[in-house]
């Protein structure tokens, strides 16, 4: 409405421009007189201006015809195709002037405008590889898949575009969950473009899933190799690869070869808290119990952790109580005040039925960090110095409630793991879990702990099955855990 008003507008405003610029040189005196060959002629000022737009146009129409001239002089000279050509070029303007107005109405989010420009642009031009760009980017963006699908099929056959062709193919797959022929695309959207991020990540994720420990290593190599991951990030997801890779030979019984790989992905990562555990546990088989200890001690360092005590109580099973203590020296002075250390220290304390010794390694942990495990520490400690059962209860009540302090949490997506894996069971990440207490760890008891007193309360005989049911939960060595047990009852 407002558009045709002002065009009017500007007619209006056209005419009476030139209707006053016309009266104006019509009231001009004088002219211009011209002599060709011997004839005079005198021109007006008013027809000065009519003749000098007439020349111009005459020149456009001459240039035109001079074009024509030279495509059917090519013609003659054997190019078939340049009379053809030559009226394409109309052909030629309008095929990408759709193609302009199709990508402006892709960037603007006009799925459907963008198909229709599409696939006028396709009338018009013979470029497929940029009008099946066009179309397969509408169509998704306009949610028609099944269009899609067969405009990728199509970017297929052409070298320059099968990329494009490959990736939009194995994005789809990938959305319907049919991962395995994913996997085969993304192989080859691989083999085409190395350095593309968005493969390799995609079929670094894909190859992890499918326990392609090696292929995915590959991958990972190239990933360091175009510089798209820094080298110690390389590093250490080798190192989850390698361990990876120990676990599943591990499944197979070799036990040799998982050796070999946990000690190559420790010596990769030597933080890498499983890897670690492994390692040493590859080493006692080997009968080699030094460097179980060395490989310990030094993931141990970084962060102590009750899966790298289990593993160092391994290399010796049989030692007494006091010598546990004395061996487990080099670990329990390395981070003193860690909790992690000074519940270890508790519950070898707790093993030589050294109870004081235990209150005072424990210190005011169950207090100030209260966790399942240290309440149920401290409860077994009252326990053994002989308190009231009511006093044994109070922290057993108080464990069931109390956070279950760090575990193997997914840092994208906070899920729990039980135990350590390369990729996260719920969002499928790599490399995503890592040892920490999770947000809003508290346990939530529905109706609050009203009736706990009635659980935990009245018969003694009771009391001992949930100490036991509790202290299995809390993450402990099975030898410490064993003869703790027994200090239970
Ligand atoms: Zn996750």
Not at 76 to 81: A, Q, S, Y
Not at 237 to 244: E, K, P, Y
Not at 377 to 401: F, H, P, Q, Y
């Amino acid at each position: 409405m407002l558009l045709s008003l002002i065009k009017i507008l500007a007619f209006v405003a056209v005419v009476t421009a030139a209707t006053f610029g016309a009266a104006r040189l019509m009231e001009v005196s004088g002219g211009a007189e011209i002599t060709v060959a011997g004839v005079e002629l005198t021109l007006s000022p008013l027809e000065l201006t009519i003749g000098f737009i007439v020349l111009i146009v005459l020149v456009w129409l001459v240039l035109k015809l001079l074009g024509l001239l030279i495509a059917t002089l090519r013609f003659i000279n054997g190019d078939e195709t340049a009379i053809s050509r030559y009226f394409n070029r109309n052909r030629e303007r309008k095929g990408f002037e759709a193609l302009s107005q199709g990508m402006m109405a892709l960037a603007s989010g006009e799925g459907h405008l963008a198909m229709a420009k599409a696939s006028r642009a396709e009338r018009y031009l013979d470029r497929p590889d940029l009008t099946n760009l066009l179309t397969a980017q509408a169509a998704e963006l306009a949610g028609d898949r099944k269009k899609a699908e067969e405009t990728y099929k199509k970017l297929l056959q052409d070298d320059r575009t099968r990329f494009v062709g490959v990736r939009g193919i194995m994005k789809q797959r990938l959305a319907d969950g049919d991962t395995e022929t994913a996997l085969q695309l993304a192989k080859k959207a691989f083999e085409l473009k190395p350095k593309h991020e968005e493969t390799q990540d995609v079929l670094l994720r894909l190859q992890a899933e499918s326990h392609d420990w090696a292929g995915a290593r590959k991958t990972l190599g190239q990933k360091l190799k175009s510089g798209h991951l820094p080298r110690d990030v390389h590093k250490r997801r080798d190192a989850v690869l390698a361990l990876s890779e120990a676990k599943d030979i591990l499944d197979e019984n070799k036990t040799i070869e998982a050796r070999e790989a946990a000690i190559e992905a420790n010596r990769l990562s030597p933080d890498l808290i499983p890897a670690a555990a492994m390692a040493a546990r590859g080493y006692i088989e080997a009968g080699n119990p030094r460097y179980a200890t060395r490989v310990i001690k030094k993931a141990w360092s970084v962060e102590p952790h009750p899966d790298l005590a289990s593993a160092f109580a391994e290399i010796a099973p049989d030692e007494g109580p006091k010598d546990r203590i004395k061996r487990f020296s080099v670990l329990t002075r390395m981070h003193p005040d860690h909790p992690e250390t000074k519940m270890l220290l508790t519950e070898l304390h707790l093993a030589a039925e050294d109870f004081p010794a235990a209150r005072r390694a424990l210190g005011k942990l169950a207090e100030e960090a209260p966790t399942a495990r240290s309440l149920t520490l401290m409860a077994a400690i009252e326990r053994g110095e002989g308190s009231d059962d009511g006093v044994v209860r109070a922290w057993l009540t108080k464990a069931l409630t109390a956070p279950r302090g760090p575990q193997w949490v997914c840092d994208n997506c906070q899920h729990i793991h039980a135990n350590w894996d390369p990729v996260c069971g719920n969002c499928h990440g790599f490399d995503t879990l890592s040892w920490r207490t999770p947000p809003n760890a508290e346990v939530a008891m529905p109706g609050g702990t009203e009736m706990l007193p009635l659980i935990v309360g009245p018969k003694p005989a009771e009391d001992a099955g949930a100490l036991a049911i509790v202290t299995e939960t809390a993450e402990v060595g099975e030898d410490t855990d064993d003869s703790k047990k027994e200090e239970a009852k």
